[in-house]
């Protein structure tokens, strides 16, 4: 049962931490969320999978009407 506890607790702490920085971010967004941004995820150069942006720009992708 204490095993039960402790992982709502250790979950409701993430979350909570995540709903924070939507919170204090401007207009609750997260910014530079293509991994061809991240150089330690793309090493190759290579283009966005999901927005197509190459490794120095910006998501192209901001809302997508299909995804809820």
């Known amino acids: ?5 402790i992982s ?3 979950l409701s702490l993430g979350l909570g931490g995540l709903c924070i920085k939507i919170l204090l ?6 910014s530079g969320t293509c991994a061809s941004n991240n150089p330690f995820l ?3 150069g ?3 999978s999901y ?3 190459e490794t120095a720009d910006q998501c ?9």
């Open 1 to 5: 049962m204490n095993t039960i506890i």
């Open 8 to 10: 709502i607790l250790l």
């Open 25 to 30: 971010q401007k207009n609750g967004k997260f």
């Open 42 to 44: 793309n090493k190759n």
């Open 46 to 48: 290579e283009k966005c």
């Open 51 to 53: 927005c197509g942006a």
């Open 60 to 68: 192209k992708k901001e809302t997508n009407p299909g995804e809820k």
